[in-house]
């Protein structure tokens, strides 16, 4: 902890070799390495020609191709993967944010009957095992004519990503000191008003880290677009990706290229939200 | 919570450490200090009569239609007999329990979720307990580290499941596996091939591998949150009261992030016993089905034999199991609500 | 079948595919042009690696000519996940049309009341003059529910400059091969004589067959499995001999990792047995590393000289929806492409490396090349039982599969052979 009060640089710089504070740069350093391994090893791997990929002695040194990213972004429909994609997961995302932002402003701070049972509600939707249910909503989708439906998939993603996104943001909401919402409205503010102007602003954090993790699982979804979508032009990267093993003829080389610039997006939203991200989690995941 | 009580400043977060804070005798945190500045009242201003419930609607109505709805229909699904033929034939003949008493008097399936249990417990053990390091990790490295530590994190959370399940077993490889090629370098013999996939438990302990290294950046990227908003005053006057790190640790840390622990167990123990690709990619639930838990088994019998209504009942089974598994979470949130 | 056939094509086929597929928007407009009415869309499903591109375009072109209004959509579909796919696509109002199934699951197919009964447009599609061993697969107690369209076998592939070195010819028996093996190993003590992973199971299948055994047989109105028979113990324990000259893993079959494209282009396999487009993907991998591919080729040795080793037919049929929209048409762009014409311009187009429906269809393979080695098998193809379970027996967790890694790794074929039974029964007779 002592990093973060204005005191320890001093303390650093006086003791530069304390043997605690080079241990625990190491195991860091350790630590980081072995969560970046795989991450590495899937980036490098999208820069090798196909031979270089499976070989007895891993290769570590070669002259990287961008060859394999060309052929992935070459694949037809390619570019229409990632815009549903992206539609689809954006649109869940906020979609979910506005519903949850709603709904947790009355739990975090209302009063009414049957508010506990909605928290409960809350919780156990977590639990919705949505592999399992792919079956029966394909049924439902097929009885009422909506396959091959970008808005509903884009529904699916918003109620599945929906009950995480209320739970966190309850926590942030309720991390706003009531007395600053209070302050405003003796100024003369509405609830509304209060709302917009003072609890807002500083829900923005909360709102940040709390898509991220909505776009994380939506973007990783695809057990349902196998059996709803079938139409390829309204089917996701997700899904092509699973489909990887065949789609690219055993081509590793531009099936990790593919999984790279998968990655990419959630990467960007975090690189950008960084500390805002992390600091942010902070109330909501205390909270819960 | 009933709002009355609760509605003053310690709504906050940091009302767990003020709370804490007032029984371990600590200086009173910021936090602590507002609460007793505000008397508990005085925020209800609105007729709140339909308000709640209009803000509420649209997650309820949204969640019956999207979720309740087809849960339900997977309920009815599992007392039906639809397999291959009638799925195309859109046939939905009842057969009562016959799915269920199937299933609960197949001993493979007793075996599963047994399987299940363990490798759940297993992992989540392993998730809180390295993420919760990490994140304490985090909570002490310099600025520069600690960028290097938490983008090192998000780089694994943020890769595709697909592809760490691809790279994984490269690395786990028998002819070209990177493992093999580190334990032949370090210089241990017997791995020119050696099969990592060997058996149903070697399998898992890869999976298990996969599971921990994908699930710890989210439980340690939170951790860490978390610790920053407990006071530094609580540490310094730990410090100063001569606690050593480990009691610090269970003294002040621990009580004050025990909502962080509920919640985060709560969720990794629903994410990893639903884990699936992770799994069933690995090993196909091989060798000889031993690495089968219960997703894999309703994938496996559902949608590789295509019996769907077995299928179904499988779900409705984990769903009752999960729900008496947390069961107590349930009582404990709730009783945690009605505390504050 | 659950591998693609890209015979001799490989990557480059892919290629065209690509490209190829931005032509069907030029498609739709001519389309549009040319009719005032009645513009109907024909779906088509093939599976990735089936059929080349240039040969549907050219089918499509032939019938969207004959055919003013109409459109043929080809949409590709990836072998994962097929069985959920199709079955759930035959269930809806607008499923494909005409869809491609491989051999061994059309059966299964065609008892779910999912596929067109086509037993009164036998003529159109020239029933009579279809091969005897390919036919089965497409019917059904008796009614046809598909068109048979092509099916290939596998051929041992072999690296010539290795047999020279080693002063191995291409075996005639088993024992012939043994002995080749031997002499390979003793050359070169550091290559495979033969690349075989432990789960290759239609290569076991062949060698079963061989025995007289068969991996499932009819009793009374009951399957059960023919893993615990003594034909299969000698036929896996021949297996295992072979596999004894190979490092592949006992417990993964030849597509983990792919051994056309992942195993043989990295050197020391002398050889190895595979489908034409495992050839084909081989020799374009080893060409992109700079290297040249050698290869030679033979049919499985049978146990004696007169006849080679039984080989399974893999392949597919085209069949037709029972819910299309469009049946008639179906018909008739299914009449068009499996045609005597439309086979030989596919034979052509993969340079004879496919067995066509009708024998008198068949393009004379170029001497020395894969195709040539397949076609001298073709008369010991066989298929796997046909009944409407056994697509359900190869689906995984595959238990003949399991049974071969069993036994490969010491156990007695008898009682590996035994619990596989027990599976394989559940399954087919459920």
Redesign the interface.
């Known amino acids: ?5 204005p005191t320890p640089q001093k303390l ?1 710089t006086r003791r530069p070799l304390r043997p605690a504070a080079v241990a ?2 190491l ?3 350790v ?6 391994f ?2 590495y ?2 980036f490098s ?1 999208s820069l090798k ?3 270089e990929i ?5 290769v570590f040194f070669f002259k990287p191709t961008f060859e394999n990213y060309s052929t992935a972004t ?4 390619f570019w229409s993967y990632v815009t549903n994609s992206l539609i689809v997961t954006l649109g869940a995302v906020l979609l979910a944010l506005l ?2 932002l ?2 947790s ?8 009957k049957g ?2 049972g ?4 809350v ?7 949505w ?3 792919v ?6 989708a ?1 009885d009422n ?1 909506m ?1 091959n439906s970008i808005p509903l998939l884009t ?2 993603y ?2 599945m990503v ?3 996104t ?2 966190t943001l309850r ?1 942030f909401i ?6 600053l ?2 302050a405003a ?1 003796i100024d003369g503010c509405t ?1 509304g008003q209060a709302f917009r102007k003072v609890i807002f602003p500083l829900l923005a954090p909360g709102l940040m880290s709390t898509s991220l993790f909505g776009f ?1 699982t939506a ?2 979804e ?1 057990a349902m677009v ?2 709803l979508n ?3 032009t309204n089917q996701t990267l ?1 899904f092509w ?7 690219f ?4 080389a531009a ?2 290229a593919a ?2 610039l ?2 990419l997006p ?2 960007v939203v ?2 950008f939200l ?1 500390r805002k991200a ?6 909501g ?4 | 919570m009933t709002v009355d009580s609760q509605g003053t400043a310690s709504a906050a977060p940091q009302d767990a450490p003020g709370r804490a804070a007032g029984k371990s005798q600590t200086p009173p945190p910021p936090s602590g200090a507002k609460e007793s500045l505000r008397p508990p009242r005085g925020r209800r201003s609105l007729p709140s009569g339909l308000l709640p419930y209009l803000l509420v609607t649209p997650a309820l109505l949204s969640m019956a239609v999207l979720l309740l709805y087809p849960l339900i229909r997977n309920v009815i699904l599992s007392f039906q007999g639809v397999n291959k033929r009638e799925m195309i034939r859109r046939e939905t003949p009842w057969v009562g329990f016959e799915n269920y008493t199937k299933l609960l008097g197949d001993p493979d399936f007793w075996s599963v979720v047994v399987r299940s249990l363990v490798v759940t417990a297993v992992n989540v053990a392993l998730v809180m307990l390295i993420g919760t390091l990490v994140g304490m990790l985090l909570n002490r490295l310099g600025k520069k580290m600690r960028l290097v530590l938490s983008l090192a994190l998000m780089f694994a959370w943020a890769m595709p499941i697909v592809a760490s399940v691809t790279v994984f077993r490269w690395l786990f490889d028998e002819q070209f596996g990177v493992a093999n090629w580190v334990m032949r370098s370090i210089g241990f013999s017997g791995y020119e091939q050696h099969n990592w996939f060997e058996t149903g438990f070697s399998t898992l302990v890869i999976v298990t591998i996969l599971l921990v290294w994908g699930s710890i950046p989210f439980v340690a990227l939170n951790m860490y949150a978390a610790l920053t908003t407990v006071g530094t005053e609580l540490y310094e006057a730990a410090k100063m009261d001569g606690a050593s790190g480990w009691r610090t640790f269970w003294s002040v840390v621990f009580p004050n992030l025990k909502p962080f622990f509920m919640i985060t167990t709560f969720l990794e123990i629903i994410w990893i016993f639903k884990a699936f690709t992770q799994v069933y990619a690995m090993n196909q639930g091989g060798p000889d089905r031993s690495s089968e838990t219960l997703p894999v088994f309703a994938y496996i019998e559902g949608m590789g034999q295509q019996h769907y209504g077995l299928a179904a009942a499988i779900s409705i089974l984990t769903i009752v199991m999960l729900l008496v598994a947390m069961s107590f979470y349930f009582r404990l949130i709730l009783k945690q609500e009605d505390e504050q | 079948m659950k591998r693609k056939l890209i015979a001799a094509i490989g990557v480059a086929g892919m290629m065209v595919s690509i490209a190829a597929c931005g032509s069907d928007s030029d498609k739709a407009k001519d389309g549009d042009k040319g009719t005032a009415g009645g513009n109907k869309t024909l779906t088509v499903w093939v599976m990735d690696g089936s059929a080349p591109q240039e040969w549907i375009d050219g089918i499509n072109k032939e019938f969207e000519a004959s055919h003013p209004g109409v459109k043929v959509k080809v949409e590709t579909q990836q072998w994962t996940d097929i069985q959920t796919k199709v079955t759930t696509a035959l269930s809806e109002n607008t499923p494909p049309d005409v869809l491609e199934i491989g051999n061994t699951q059309t059966t299964g197919y065609a008892a779910s009341g999912g596929l067109a009964d086509l037993t009164g447009d036998k003529d159109k599609f020239g029933y009579a003059n279809w091969s005897e061993g390919i036919k089965p697969s497409a019917e059904l107690e008796g009614k046809l529910y598909a068109a048979p369209w092509w099916a290939a076998n596998r051929a041992v592939i072999y690296d010539k400059a290795a047999f020279k070195k080693a002063g191995v010819t291409p075996p005639k028996t088993r024992a012939e091969w043994i002995e080749g093996l031997k002499k390979l190993k003793a050359a070169d003590p550091k290559s495979q004589p033969i690349y075989l992973p432990g789960q290759s199971w239609y290569v076991f299948a062949g060698f079963l067959w061989d025995e007289g055994g068969d991996l499932a047989t009819k009793d009374g109105d009951k399957w059960k499995g023919g893993l615990g028979t003594a034909e299969a113990a000698s036929a896996i324990n021949f297996y295992k001999e072979l596999q004894s000259f190979s490092s592949a893993p006992k417990d993964k079959d030849e597509a983990t990792p792919q051994q056309s494209t992942d195993i043989v282009p990295k050197g020391g396999v002398a050889s190895w047995i595979g489908l034409g487009w495992e050839a084909g993907g081989a020799i374009d991998a080893i060409k992109k590393a700079g290297k040249t591919a050698d290869f030679g080729y033979f049919p499985i040795p049978g146990k004696t000289a007169d006849k080679p080793g039984s080989v399974f037919f893999g392949g597919s049929n085209l069949a037709i929806a029972e819910r299309s929209q469009n049946k008639d048409l179906a018909k008739e762009w299914l009449a068009l492409a499996t045609s005597k014409k439309g086979m030989q311009s596919y034979g052509t187009a993969v340079k004879g490396g496919i067995v066509p429906n009708d024998p008198s269809a068949q393009v004379q393979p170029e001497a020395g090349s894969f195709a040539e080695a397949m076609v001298k098998s073709a008369s010991s193809g066989r298929i796997t039982p046909i009944t409407e379970g056994w697509a359900n027996v190869e689906t995984e967790p595959n238990p003949i599969k399991g049974y071969m890694t069993k036994v490969l790794k010491g156990e007695d074929p008898k009682k590996a052979g035994e619990e596989a039974d027990k599976v394989i029964a559940e399954r087919l007779n459920q």
């Not at chain 1, 630590?31 to 970046?36: K, L, P, R, S």
């Not at chain 1, 919780?123 to 095992?129: E, H, K, L, R, S």
């Open positions: 902890m002592s990093t973060t009060t650093r625990k740069n195991t860091a350093l630590v980081a390495a072995i969560f970046v795989p991450v090893w899937m791997s020609p196909q031979s499976l070989t007895k002695d891993p070459g694949v037809d429909l519903v949850a709603a709904a402003f009355a739990i975090a701070r209302m009063k009414f508010r506990k909605i928290v409960l509600i919780m156990m939707a977590q639990m919705a095992p592999e399992v249910m079956i029966a909503m394909y049924m439902i097929r004519d396959l529904a699916i918003f109620v929906l009950p995480f209320i739970w926590g309720a991390a706003v000191p009531v007395e919402e209070e409205q609830r994380i973007w990783n695809f196998l059996v079938k139409d390829k997700t990706l699973t489909q990887f093993q065949t789609a003829g055993n081509d590793w099936t990790m999984s790279t998968f990655a959630v990467l975090f690189i960084q992390v600091g942010g989690m902070t109330a995941a205390v909270k819960g």
